[in-house]
């Protein structure tokens, strides 16, 4: 009976350690997973900060471009005001303004601003804001008739929306 006895033993001792082999396979596999998953984690958090970080350098410019708008608008007004009669003080005047509004267009321009085209343009939601609507029987519904505010993109992206009356 020893000898039987003992055989039991060291079958159960197999299959206890069998068992514990098994168990330590599957805590091996969910840890393996778990690691997996945070490596993922990882490279998906790297991937948005990256993503951030572009999106920031990319529109690095924005607030100081929104800043200048504004001194864009002064300057059109004021430039609207000359008659082109250079022989009065006015007219003359208006000229250093018209050098200095050019140069400010033309860093905008270099630096990827771009006003947004209007002027008997199909009206569209994203670009333009509707201010005033009014009936034109010449024009079709839905066309800008005149624009009251220039509008204007930067890169890709629409600073401020060109305000505009809109045909009925």
Known sequence: MKKEDQNKKEKDNKGKSKDKLSLLKEQLTLEKEKALRAQAEMLNYRKRKDDEVSQLFKY????????????????????????????????????????????????????????????????DPNMHQAIITEKDENKPAGVILEVLQKGYKYKDKILRPAMVKVNE
């Open 60 to 123: 690095a410019n924005e607030d100081l471009i929104l800043s200048l708008l504004p001194i864009v608008d002064n300057f059109e007004r004021a430039i609207k005001l000359d008659d082109n009669d250079l022989t009065d003080e006015l007219s003359k005047f208006l000229s250093g303004f018209k050098m200095i509004y050019g140069n400010l267009i033309t860093i905008l321009n270099n630096n990827h601003v771009m006003e947004i085209e209007t002027q008997g343009q199909e009206f």
